[in-house]
């Protein structure tokens, strides 16, 4: 359970179910789903792996307490019969909804557990092809060895393939390959507000939570402390480390990568699968990744809104372009920039070498500039840095 998690005392009555808690370990919901029902007699199913079953009775047992709260609440005329219908139906669909997708997913992620100097430290990973597994550069900083456990429990001994601290990423080769591929979401598939399904493992057993897209784009710290442009926020919660578990969709697609808390408020915060899919490729392929960079300093404008330049580097693609201080960056490559993580993000997209159109205001006039991105070292505010796309090693479809 979470420090943060308040205690019983001066608490009576019976607890909450946990799915009417922000997040559950699946041992509290194990036992709710296993006790006898006198009325209620499931079908028979095809059986599939012990987790995932487990996940799926954990969550669909909270679709009869919360029956019984409606039920209990329309008898005592608190609802209405429209609004006890209602409820029942959204209850039950977000519940199936969330165990169908926990009995699917819950396979392609996996324990990661890395052996460092201060202790063992436990984290997630999201299967890959081939025996890789995706994780977060935090999961395995610092380790002398590496597991990775799977549905069977067993641990299987990985090496890191490839890192990239830009991103946040590092790729494991995992011997025995104990997760499934996952289905990774193509091109930027979520908007706020979307319901999301945030699935880990790094407890030694799986965990789920369910919540919504809070925000997209902008700055936030990831459970590093680094901050990083074009995260997302969800209220979703997780139960221990979060590094390294998937952000699922409603069709199962996994939309990005978490990478913990983001700091402060504690939401979680996951690196978009459009930057995974690109990093996973170059890191299986070569061990590193590249990325493309504008080479000029820049921070935020608000009038009009966009990336005002500060500094252009020498040599620079953006020198060579002539991109000039002052000059306000407000679109790339036909994409709008609101402010400098908009302008990184929009740089992502893009490898080095590639020439994009850079929209600037120089004083009152509208500029088109063509400009030849170059490699980024690092990533930040004054040096937007960027990863590509290429072929994804998740499983077709």
């Known amino acids: 359970m979470p420090d943060d998690e308040p205690g019983d005392e001066g608490v009576s009555g019976p607890p909450p179910h946990p799915l009417d808690r922000p997040w559950v370990h699946p041992s509290e919901m194990f036992a709710r789903s296993r006790a006898p029902r006198p009325t209620a007699r499931a079908a028979p199913r095809a059986a599939r792996s012990s987790r995932g079953r487990d996940l799926t009775l954990a969550l669909a047992g909270g679709v009869v307490g919360a029956l019984g709260m409606v039920l209990m609440l329309g008898a005592a005329g608190i609802l209405g019969d429209g609004e006890s219908t209602h409820l029942?139906?959204?209850?039950?669909?977000?519940?199936?909804?969330?165990?169908?997708?926990?009995?699917?997913?819950?396979?392609?992620?996996?324990?990661?557990?890395?052996?460092?100097?201060?202790?063992?430290?436990?984290?997630?990973?999201?299967?890959?092809?081939?025996?890789?597994?995706?994780?977060?550069?935090?999961?395995?900083?610092?380790?002398?060895?590496?597991?990775?456990?799977?549905?069977?429990?067993?641990?299987?001994?990985?090496?890191?393939?490839?890192?990239?601290?830009?991103?946040?990423?590092?790729?494991?080769?995992?011997?025995?390959?104990?997760?499934?591929?996952?289905?990774?979401?193509?091109?930027?598939?979520?908007?706020?507000?979307?319901?999301?399904?945030?699935?880990?493992?790094?407890?030694?057993?799986?965990?789920?939570?369910?919540?919504?897209?809070?925000?997209?784009?902008?700055?936030?710290?990831?459970?590093?402390?680094?901050k990083r442009a074009g995260m997302i926020v969800t209220n979703a919660s997780a139960?221990?480390?979060?590094?390294?578990?998937?952000?699922?969709?409603?069709?199962?697609?996994?939309?990005?990568?978490?990478?913990?808390?983001?700091?402060?408020?504690?939401?979680?915060?996951?690196?978009?699968?459009?930057?995974?899919?690109?990093?996973?490729?170059?890191?299986?392929?070569?061990?590193?990744?590249?990325?493309?960079?504008?080479?000029?300093?820049?921070?935020?404008?608000?009038?009009?809104?966009?990336?005002?330049?500060?500094?252009?580097?020498?040599?620079?693609?953006?020198?060579?372009?002539?991109?000039?201080?002052g000059d306000v960056v407000v679109a790339v490559a036909g994409s709008p920039v609101r402010d400098t993580a908009d302008l990184i993000v929009v740089i992502r997209r893009r490898l080095p070498g590639e020439t994009v159109e850079v929209r600037v205001r120089r004083g009152g006039t509208a500029r088109r500039i063509a400009v030849v991105l170059g490699t980024a070292t690092s990533t930040g505010a004054d040096e937007p840095a960027q990863v590509a796309g290429a072929v994804p090693l998740d499983a077709a479809g």
């Open 88 to 226: 029942v139906r959204d209850r039950t669909a977000e519940t199936e909804t969330a165990a169908r997708l926990a009995a699917t997913a819950s396979p392609t992620v996996g324990g990661v557990v890395a052996a460092t100097a201060m202790g063992p430290r436990r984290s997630s990973g999201v299967g890959l092809r081939d025996g890789l597994v995706l994780t977060t550069t935090a999961a395995v900083d610092g380790s002398s060895t590496i597991s990775v456990s799977g549905d069977d429990g067993a641990s299987h001994a990985a090496t890191v393939v490839g890192r990239d601290e830009l991103a946040g990423l590092a790729l494991l080769q995992v011997e025995g390959s104990p997760l499934e591929p996952a289905r990774l979401a193509s091109g930027n598939p979520v908007d706020v507000g979307a319901w999301v399904l945030a699935l880990g493992a790094s407890e030694g057993t799986p965990w789920v939570s369910t919540g919504v897209v809070s925000s997209l784009g902008g700055w936030v710290e990831d459970g590093t402390g680094t």
């Open 239 to 325: 139960a221990g480390g979060a590094h390294g578990g998937a952000l699922v969709d409603r069709s199962g697609h996994v939309v990005g990568i978490l990478a913990g808390r983001a700091g402060g408020d504690g939401a979680l915060v996951a690196i978009p699968v459009s930057v995974a899919r690109g990093v996973s490729t170059q890191l299986a392929q070569q061990g590193w990744a590249v990325h493309g960079a504008l080479g000029a300093h820049v921070q935020d404008e608000d009038a009009p809104r966009g990336a005002r330049v500060t500094a252009v580097e020498s040599d620079s693609g953006a020198a060579a372009a002539g991109i000039e201080p």
